[in-house]
């Protein structure tokens, strides 16, 4: 199983998926879970990606099958752009193309204005520049999980992130997805969201960047997005017909296809 420390006492797994042909050089592509997942929430973009570059699926520290956290540990922003930068450079590769959705797509921001000559394209998928008004939800969420458990807190805070379009079965995946995620993982991580915000980060960005939201998202309006995309050089906006603010897990067909023109296209 692929793990690496990337600081005391906090290691990262991650998963590879490469239908290359191996005669030939490929590209990488590394993906960014949002909150309370794994590397399995893009396991729909795989099949469009893997053929022509080698996708890595990081689980975030804490989140799938890298170990879990105490609710104390210390949840910084810069140390989860560490993490990345810490496996771009573990992989060998000189440059990725980075992809993250909804908080991975914040970090995925970060990584690529704090370490530009890392990344190649980005694509931010339903993440925003800022949590800060994450402020007044977060403390009801982690009584709520202290109480009841992390199952109920996903089911009852779905409905928004998912939208309502997504058939029953298609909703149970996610929450039995989401539900694996240790309830002191997301105690400290919680904490933490409220604080991020990189709105003023993003102009230093190079990559040529993609960022993707919906119509109804209530992680921030069309035009809130368009303030930060907008400031970013070489950057493209595209705005899908949803009520979900996760658009890679209500839409994953047509976003990993958009995901697969922006970097394998011209």
Do not use: C
């Not at 030939?24 to 909150?35: C, D, E, K, Q, Y």
């Not at 199952?151 to 539900?179: F, H």
């Amino acid at each position: 199983m692929p793990l690496l420390e990337t600081a005391p006492g906090v290691s990262i797994h991650y998963t590879v998926d490469d239908f290359t042909d191996p005669w030939a050089p490929s590209p990488t592509v590394l993906m960014l879970h949002g909150l309370a997942e794994s590397g399995e929430a893009f396991r729909a973009f795989v099949p469009y990606l893997a053929r022509r570059a080698r996708v890595v699926r990081m689980d975030l520290r804490g989140y799938g099958r890298s170990p879990a956290l105490p609710a104390d540990h210390p949840w910084h922003l810069d140390s989860l752009v560490a993490d990345v930068a810490a496996l771009i450079f573990h992989l060998g590769a000189p440059r990725v193309h980075l992809a993250g959705g909804k908080i991975g797509g914040t970090i995925a921001l970060a990584t690529a204005a704090r370490h530009p000559e890392l990344v190649d394209r980005l694509a931010v998928l339903g993440g925003p520049a800022s949590l800060t008004n994450m402020a007044a939800r977060t403390p009801g969420w982690r009584a709520q999980i202290a109480a009841e458990g992390v199952r109920p807190w996903v089911r009852g805070s779905n409905a928004g992130r998912l939208g309502t379009r997504m058939s029953p079965a298609q909703l149970q995946w996610w929450e039995d997805l989401m539900s694996q995620t240790a309830a002191s993982t997301l105690d400290g991580f919680l904490q933490m969201v409220p604080t991020v915000d990189v709105t003023a980060e993003v102009e230093h960005i190079q990559a040529r960047t993609l960022v993707v939201t919906t119509t109804g998202s209530g992680l921030g309006s069309v035009e809130e997005v368009r303030a930060w995309q907008e400031r970013i050089s070489h950057s493209l906006l595209v705005v899908l017909e949803s009520d979900s603010y996760h658009v890679a897990a209500s839409d994953p067909d047509r976003t990993a296809m958009l995901v697969r023109d922006f970097i394998f296209g011209e």
